[in-house]
């Protein structure tokens, strides 16, 4: 079964270093999605991806973010200038909304990302 | 920011048994609704969804029900299996959007 891919597992950094995750999602998918998860808090939206644009970003998603499609299966996630409290789980997500199942979205693993 | 609550931090279920979790809503724009199953360590896994224009749907042991008057949703899981023991993810989105708001998560425990 086709399923969505992240490496690393798990990333630890230094403040102020760059860090890149990525993510492959299910081929035939078109929407591709950036979601964080804060230990012990809920899983929060950052940004959607579509026709290799940005569709939707929160407010979480500021300059500090950027999102790629490099190529046409890896879709990644940089944050420039990492922050104490950028440390979270990252979850990459992808869908195909006209499938005909709004919104079911499939999801990685996850990327535990540790900022020192 | 609540627009999705799930008020039960936990719930322990005997096995065999009807397993029902619980999810409020604020925003009214809200069409459609989904439920995850997460287990340690893995992304969340999708189980099933609902759309507004609905008040029941169903897939083989999991149903869930939505009562847009009350702004609230459950899933059924029945009969409950020890594999069913996870945390349990209540997700809404609007039809404009595909951005997920998510609930904060039931943990499910079914007891042998």
């Known amino acids: 079964e086709p399923e969505v891919t992240q490496t690393p597992s798990h990333q630890v950094t230094q403040m102020g270093q760059e860090v890149i995750l990525r993510c492959v999602p299910i081929s035939n998918h078109l929407y591709f999605y950036w979601y964080r998860q804060i230990l012990g808090q809920k899983v929060e939206f950052l940004v959607s991806f579509y026709n290799n644009e940005i569709s939707e970003k929160s407010e979480i998603f500021d300059d500090q973010f950027s999102v790629e499609r490099p190529d046409g299966s890896n879709f990644t996630l940089k944050i420039r200038s990492t922050k104490l409290e950028d440390s979270a789980m990252y979850f990459c997500?992808?869908?195909?909304?006209?499938?005909?199942?709004?919104?079911?979205?499939?999801f990685g693993p996850g990327t535990r990302l540790t900022v020192l | 920011d609540q627009q999705v609550k799930q008020n039960s931090p936990s719930l322990s279920v005997q096995e065999g048994r009807i397993s029902i979790l619980n999810c409020d809503y604020t925003?009214?724009?809200?069409?459609?609704f989904l439920w995850y199953k997460k287990y340690p360590a893995e992304g969340p896994t999708f189980l099933i969804s609902i759309s507004s224009i609905k008040d029941k749907n169903e897939d083989g042991r999991f149903t869930v029900f939505l009562n847009k008057s009350a702004k609230h949703l459950s899933l059924h899981i029945v009969p409950s299996q020890p594999g069913d023991s996870a945390v349990y993810f209540c997700?809404?989105?609007?039809?404009?959007?595909?951005?997920?708001?998510w609930g904060a998560g039931t943990k499910l425990i079914i007891k042998p």
């Open positions: 925003n009214s724009m809200f069409d459609y």
């Open positions: 997500a992808s869908s195909e909304p006209d499938r005909g199942v709004p919104n079911e979205q499939f």
């Open positions: 997700a809404a989105s609007g039809d404009s959007n595909y951005q997920l708001i």
